[in-house]
């Protein structure tokens, strides 16, 4: 189990499980002998990706970044991602209930990032996975997956966030918010124009859920985006920005899809080329 401390707070990794991705897609323009180094792909092509949630425990709050694919997928779903469902389990292993959450943040509304906002009751009502938080997510993200392109319709499952925007009880984002104090916001467009980052700052230490735009340790490089992103060039330009400050302040980066390596510090090497050693 991946946890550790940062200033005041605690941080730990709670995993939904790993689901099969087509390595062509994972890694967009990049040719296959060059990310087939970083990453084996089975016989169909398939690489494993992560669903890495972060627990943020500040000492006052349990913050929860993003929440999986989830148990609600449809069949012809199941058939591509399979649906692993492990959030819950591995919530059990760390010794915190889904009662125990204050705060959900979605980076954005794909359905491998919120699955587990809600689940059903036995009547089959969609329900509040975590009854007593409060959920925010990015407006742009909401308003875009009401009426998404034809391109990326299957990532958007209304269930995941329209009841609890209906009810209420997520709050829609504009990107730079504090929503606890050391948790704030920003927006780094590329993955989907309103994707938004999630820094957790404590006692002069600082990490950041960068969610899509760097999904793993095999994605720091530039030039390194999924062919899943909507506006590749602005992942080149949100990755700039973000090195900008994250490489001299140290921030320890945390990867959604990796499943092996969920946080790194990202610094250059002597050759100033990208690195992502363990911590
Ligand atoms: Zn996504």
Redesign the pocket.
Known sequence: MHRLGLGEFEISILSDGTYPLDGGAFFGVIPKVMWSRKVQPDERNYVAAGLNSLLVRTGRENVLIETGMGNKLSERMIKFYGQPAKLLDAFSNAGVSPDDIDVVINT?L?F??CGWNTTRDRSGNIVPTFPRAKYYAPQGEWQYARQPSERDSI?YISENYDPLVASGQMTLLQGGEEIAPGISVRTFPG??AH?QAVVVQSGGKTACYI??LIPTTAHIDLTWGMG?DLYPLQTVESKKQYYARSIPENWLTVFTHDPSVPWAHVERDNAGKLVAPAV
């Open positions: 954005h794909h491998d990032h990532s993955h989907t994707m969610s899509d899943f």
